[in-house]
């Protein structure tokens, strides 16, 4: 399967980056491409021009920052998990980032990347051949939604692994564009639209994913459910955290809606209380109502909101055993 | 248009010129022949594109080959040293590793990525890892059994 052509562009710094995502609107970033090059094989994004990051010096730092931790947008998967200091105090985050796809894709693939990984539908991701045999979707630039019979609005479904994790963990994303540097929280990043999920404007692109002092205190884990564990993408994905000594809790989603999704309903139920089994039973029923998914997946909407509860629990049990 | 690059693979220096959208498999195969470096599923999913770059696992079909400039690209050609075969080959022929062969370059070369990261990795950790290389003849069991005992060699010889 050939690439379609692009013009090509390797910049040396951010200013550069920046300065070409000016000119060019309909370039895509190129990190460690395991997720774009897939869907220009597949004929579902053929941006006119590429811009490859990687040449970019100093953005594939993970760095300590008064109690803070930040994580260069260029740093691989792989080293998230392997770097003592993710390793050790966000085992967490560590385990979401070594959920990702196989081996391979945890060594090319990137944090930046990751997180600004396309929707995916089980119509949109496929080959030009397969989707030939219906109307074009919304999302691949057609008219129509094969999931959901409603007028222009895309239902894919971000399957990110570690969007939810640092949505439990309230991280912050640094962005640089033509209009300096701002740092927003992770979850404004995401727009809920699954055509264009992620919020940047203005020629901007992700720089650094920041990890607060506070959030590090805490305990997070992350459970995946998937056809094959080793390699797919999540069907479900639920992260957890919690402050013992506060009684304060933070549960996000992945899979089951147009963008990572926090459950708010659940957290609010759960402030200050003991994670005894009648909260914990209580929290995982509130689950399912979290988020609404639909069927862009092989699995049915209720199956996953049947799983939310299961991991939720998982997540919060294992959290339990590490005390 | 196209571009001049210059491509280290297996210690030799190749100058060529490609187009941007060539895919660094695309380039192994086709301009420089090196036909071990297998085309599978083409999209990242099977692990059969594998090549080592700077030691570590890559799948050549979603990297560019402009992007592979300045690296040290290792394909299943430069594995064995000489006239020998490396320790890894020797031991997928010695445990019957492999049938078909098609999956084998990939197979190899992820598991010399693992071996480079971890001398002497778990027999889970291999199993983990291994899971993006398919194999549609062997099952698994032998290619993890080959594996595991280099790894027990350089353990015995450590």
Not at chain 1, 127 to 143: L, V, Y
Not at chain 1, 147 to 162: A, F, M, P, Q
Not at chain 2, 80 to 86: I, N, Q
């Amino acid at each position: 399967m050939r690439l379609p052509k692009f013009e090509y562009f390797e910049p040396k710094d951010i200013k550069e980056a920046v300065s070409i995502l000016k000119n060019e609107p309909e370039a895509r970033i190129l990190a460690g491409g395991t997720d774009l090059l897939v869907n220009m094989k597949h004929r579902v994004e053929c941006p006119p021009v590429v811009v490859n990051i990687k040449r970019i010096a100093d953005l594939d730092y993970i760095r300590q920052d008064n109690g803070d931790i930040r994580i260069g947008a260029l740093v691989p998967l792989k080293r998230l998990y392997m770097t003592a200091a993710v390793k050790d105090s966000l085992p967490g985050l560590a385990r979401a980032a070594s959920a990702v796809g196989s081996y391979h894709h945890q060594v090319m693939g990137t944090v930046g990347g990751n997180i600004c990984q396309q929707n995916r539908c089980k119509f949109f991701n496929q080959s030009q051949w397969w989707r030939s045999s219906r109307p074009t979707c919304f999302k691949a630039g057609g008219e129509i939604c094969h999931v959901v019979n409603k007028k222009e609005i895309c239902y894919s479904t971000y399957c990110g692994d570690l969007a939810p994790a640092l949505l439990a963990l309230n991280a912050g994303i640094k962005l640089a564009g033509d209009g300096g540097e701002r740092e927003i929280p992770i979850e404004k990043l995401f727009t809920g639209n699954g055509k264009a999920p992620l919020s940047l404007t203005g020629a901007e692109m992700v720089t650094e994913i920041m990890i607060p002092g506070a959030s590090i205190k805490g305990v997070l884990n992350y459970m995946k459910f998937a056809n094959r564990d080793s390699i797919d993408f999540p069907i479900v994905g639920t992260a957890f955290w919690a402050s013992a000594a506060e009684k304060q809790y933070r549960v996000a989603f992945t899979a089951v809606d147009r963008r990572p999704v926090r459950g708010k309903n659940i957290e609010f139920f759960l402030q200050g209380r003991e994670l005894n089994e009648d909260n914990i039973k209580a929290a995982c029923d509130l689950a399912a109502a979290e988020a609404s998914p639909v069927k862009t997946s092989v699995y049915s909407p209720s199956h996953k909101r049947k799983m939310m509860g299961l991991l939720l629990r998982g997540a919060v049990e294992k959290t339990l055993n590490m005390k | 248009m196209k571009r001049a690059i210059e491509l280290n693979v297996n210690g030799d220096p190749h100058e060529l010129l490609v187009a941007p959208n060539q895919t660094l498999l695309e380039v192994l195969r086709e301009k420089l022949g090196l036909m071990g470096t297998k085309r599978g599923c083409d999209l990242g999913a099977c692990g059969a594109c594998t090549v080592l770059i700077d030691g570590e696992a890559y799948l050549s079909c979603l990297m560019l080959a402009v992007d592979a400039t300045g690296k040290e690209i290792m394909t299943i050609e430069g594995l064995a040293a000489g006239g020998d075969l490396h320790p890894l080959q020797k031991a997928f022929i010695d445990h019957g590793g492999l049938q078909c062969g098609f999956c084998t370059p990939g197979m190899i070369l992820t598991a010399e990525a693992i071996l480079n990261e971890d001398e002497h990795p778990s027999e889970d950790v291999v199993k983990k890892k291994m899971a993006g290389n398919l194999c549609r003849c062997t099952g698994y069991k032998k290619i993890v059994e080959a594996i595991m005992s280099v790894a027990e060699q350089s353990t015995a010889d450590a």
